[in-house]
């Protein structure tokens, strides 16, 4: 099965600076999914970014990017200058197979509070 | 286009009443999913469904029942509510089954379940 890692609980960062938030996973997989969601105060659940275990380049997606090390088994995220409106929890997941009909579900890390401070 | 709705957004159950979560999707996806999300943790799958007709146990069904008569729409039913059931439940819809690359899941906007 897939294990997701956040260990930071939270993080707190100056408006218009970097910030990155830390995931690892676990999985025999050769192929396989990283996914990024932002869960702001309102509650939704928001897709950030995405990461395939053969993707050659890291992904990026306006401010988000993901520093991908296959090697270390770690898919941090990176908010470039950071803003009052990043102030969410963030969650980090990885699609898992399931036994009915190819689908998948996502396996979530407990994630991690992130805090802009102006 | 709505995307992913859900029904009711709060509900405050006795132990031991039922209630039936609505999910409702318009972008023809093939699959749906319930989750729940407790206090310092990610989301949990309770129950999911590959197509119209067809439902399937997740990591965490015990307690709910699900249905999907209807392409477009996922019913989670709790049939006797226990405070072990207060949580806050997601709807996810996509298009493709894994390995279609970026596919993400789509997700509702959450039920806020407090059972008393």
């Known amino acids: 099965a897939q294990k997701i890692t956040q260990t930071q609980p939270g993080m707190f960062v100056q408006e218009k600076e970097a910030v990155t938030l830390d995931c690892t996973y676990d999985?025999?997989?050769?192929?396989?999914?990283l996914f990024w969601y932002k869960q702001p105060s309102s509650g939704e659940m928001i897709f950030l970014i995405y990461?395939?275990?053969?993707?050659?380049q890291n992904a990026t997606e306006g401010r988000y990017s993901l520093n991908f090390q296959k090697a270390r088994k770690s898919a941090n995220l990176v908010i470039s200058a950071s803003q009052l409106g990043d102030s969410a929890m963030y969650f980090c997941?990885?699609?898992?197979?399931?036994?009915?009909?190819?689908?998948?579900?996502?396996?979530f890390g407990k994630g991690m509070k992130l805090t802009v401070n102006p | 286009n709505a995307g992913v709705t859900q029904t009711p957004k709060f509900r405050v159950l006795k132990t031991g009443q039922s209630m039936t979560l609505l999910c409702a999707q318009d972008?023809?996806?093939?699959?749906m999913y319930w989750y729940r999300q407790d206090p310092g943790m990610g989301l949990r799958l309770i129950h999911y469904?590959?197509?119209?007709?067809?439902?399937a146990k997740g990591e965490v069904p015990d307690g709910y029942n699900v249905s999907r008569l209807k392409k477009q729409n996922f019913l989670l039913g709790l049939e006797s509510a226990a405070p072990s059931q207060t949580s806050v439940y997601f709807c996810?819809?996509?298009?493709?089954?894994?390995?279609?690359?970026?596919?993400?899941?789509?997700f509702g906007p959450g039920t806020r379940l407090t059972v008393l």
């Open positions: 469904s590959v197509g119209e007709g067809t439902t």
């Open positions: 997941a990885m699609r898992e197979l399931l036994t009915q009909g190819g689908s998948e579900k996502l396996v």
């Open positions: 972008m023809n996806h093939e699959y």
């Open positions: 999985t025999s997989d050769q192929s396989y999914g």
């Open positions: 990461q395939g275990s053969y993707d050659e």
């Open positions: 996810a819809s996509s298009f493709t089954p894994s390995g279609s690359g970026s596919d993400e899941q789509f």
